[in-house]
Structure formats: C-alpha cells, structure tokens
C-alpha cells in the first residue's frame, strides 16, 4: 500500500495553480526509407491531459537527384488527445493518439521531359502523373522532454500516423516552448 500511494504523490510533480497550459513544439527527424520526418504542433493541457494540433511529413530528401517530378511525400493534419506525466520535475512523457486527415503525394504516368526549357538539357526533368490520396488516419505519438525551465523544453518522440494508403512514423528530436508549468519554488527548512 506504502508503494503505490508513494508512486502517486511523485506523478504529479509540477504544482499547478493554473487552470491550463500551452505549447508549440517543432521537432525534425527520420521518417523512415531516406525520408526526412517534421512536426509541427499547438497543445492545451489541463492537469495531465493534453489536446493537441498536429501537422506531420515525411518527404524523401534526395541529393544531387535531377530525377522525376513530383517528389513522393506523405503528410497529415489531426487532433490527438492524450496524457502528460511529469517525474522529478524535470522530466516528462506524452501518450497521444486521436484522428487525421492524411494527404499522400506518389507518381503515376510518365507524362514528359522538360528538356526545352532555357537551360537546356543539364537540369531537365522527368514529368510524371501527380497521384493524390487523402484516408483518415490514426495518428499515434510518444515523446520524452526535459525542462529547461517553466517556459521551455528540449524533446524526443516517436510519432506514428496508421491510414489504409500510406502509414508512415517518424523518431524525432525538437523544442517545445510556451508556458508548459508554474515555477517552482524553493522549500524553505527551518532549523529548530
């Protein structure tokens, strides 16, 4: 009994007065097969839960690549709700998920080579057909963050969207600002 009414007093850690809170955090990372990963995201939390706007990508980064256009990407916009749970203070971790709305960018057809443009032939591309598919997905996301202070936090999470076209994750590092937690305030011991 000791253990488990212990573990509850240090969940919550962060001594809030006000009714809610706020942050935007940004974060880029590795989406998987050469795709860089990018998150943008606004949340309110009220105790430990939290309601956030997210908008994810994952685009395939190709260097010194004059090849096909467009360029295949996936993204998403969605709504996840979730819980924040503060340790030491200092620390904290997110679960998340909700609903999206997903928008899959893939080529189809060859359709041309711009080769007469001005310019010549050195930087033509191949056209193809722009595919575009928009499911409903389930975004998912798990993120670790440390406090710099009562304004700012440095981040790393796994985020993950699941849709019938193109499911897609993302391993991120990024910084949340806003105002994420009162301050704390030094206990005073008295001697006596």
């Known amino acids: 009994m000791f253990f488990f009414t212990d573990a509850r007093a240090q969940q919550d850690t962060l001594h809030q007065k006000r009714k809610t809170y706020f942050g935007i955090g940004f974060s880029l990372g590795n989406g998987g097969e050469n795709g860089l990963y990018a998150d943008l995201d606004f949340y309110l ?9 997210k908008v994810s990508e994952v685009e395939h980064i190709r260097i010194f690549y004059f090849g096909g256009l467009p360029e295949p990407r996936v ?22 998920a909700g609903l999206s709305l997903v928008n899959q960018i893939s080529r189809g057809a060859f359709l041309y080579n711009d080769c007469n443009k001005p310019g010549g032939c050195l930087f033509s591309n191949n056209v193809y057909e722009t595919i575009r598919k928009k499911p409903i997905g389930l975004p998912l996301e798990i993120k670790y963050g440390i406090y710099l202070d009562r304004t ?20 991120s590092l990024g910084m949340v600002v806003g105002r994420l937690k009162d301050k704390v305030k030094p206990k005073i011991v008295s001697k006596g």
Not at 46 to 52: A, D, E, H, L
Not at 75 to 96: E, P
Not at 157 to 169: D, E
Request: hydrophobic share 35%; net charge positive.
């Open 152 to 171: 700012a936090a440095v981040t790393a999470g796994f985020s993950a969207n699941l849709n019938s076209v193109q499911s897609f994750y993302g391993i």
């Open 45 to 53: 939390q009220k105790k430990n839960s939290y309601i956030s706007l």
């Open 75 to 96: 993204s998403d916009i969605g709504i996840l709700v979730g819980k924040n749970y503060t340790f030491s203070r200092y620390h904290y971790l997110k679960f998340g």
